[in-house]
């Protein structure tokens, strides 16, 4: 009797999906014996979830700079498939790994559908020696091209408080960031705690005639 599967989506890197589904290929060639992406991704999710390696990235990583969105798209293409996948499997690893993300990155941590599939994807590439791009499993070197630092974040509040005559309100930020090419309010509220504190901490460097921040 055939074991029932699930569908999971991911969204991973096409470097580490087209060295996957070449292996398969491979193998199949190898050994006449049919292999698939969802196979093969099971089997490495099985040994993780027995034995959870540590996560290539940080979970629930993200473009914060809007501006460097395309070219994040060019550097870094990604591939949206489909994986049938056993859904006990599926959750034994959730499980293991949302352990070994707190244990990784501290307990606030979570970890997130798309890093889980690129952490299976990642670890099968390692273990049979195929190529992976190493450059996107540097979070420093998405931290420095693709995300804002805490000084690009508030010289964006103030960019648009020199626009507005006054520090905008969070709808105005919601409206306008994109004209200072600033990061969502959401990003803002995570990292600074509210929107009000992070427009509190700009205005601490605001230009002359620059008016007090609303409190929102």
Sequence with gaps: MRSIKTTFTVVVPNSLWRAVEGHAKLLYEQSEKK????????????????????????????????????????????SRSSLSIDPNV?????????????????????????????????????????????KFFDDEYFKKHYSYNDDQTLESLRMLANMLGKFPTSREWRERRHQVGGPSESYIVNRFGSFSKAKQLAELNASPGTEEPSRN
């Design 35 to 78: 292999a698939t992406v969802s196979h093969l991704f099971e089997i490495m999710a099985m040994q993780l979830a027995q034995d959870p390696k540590p996560l290539p990235i940080a979970p629930n990583r993200r473009v914060t700079n809007y501006s460097k969105a395309s070219d994040y798209g060019e550097e870094f293409p990604q």
């Design 90 to 134: 599926l959750q034994n690893l959730y499980e293991a790994y949302e352990k070994k993300t707190k244990e990784q990155f501290g307990e606030d941590a979570s970890i997130d559908a798309n890093t889980l599939a690129v952490t299976v994807f990642y670890h099968y590439c390692v273990e049979n020696n195929l190529e992976i791009d190493e």
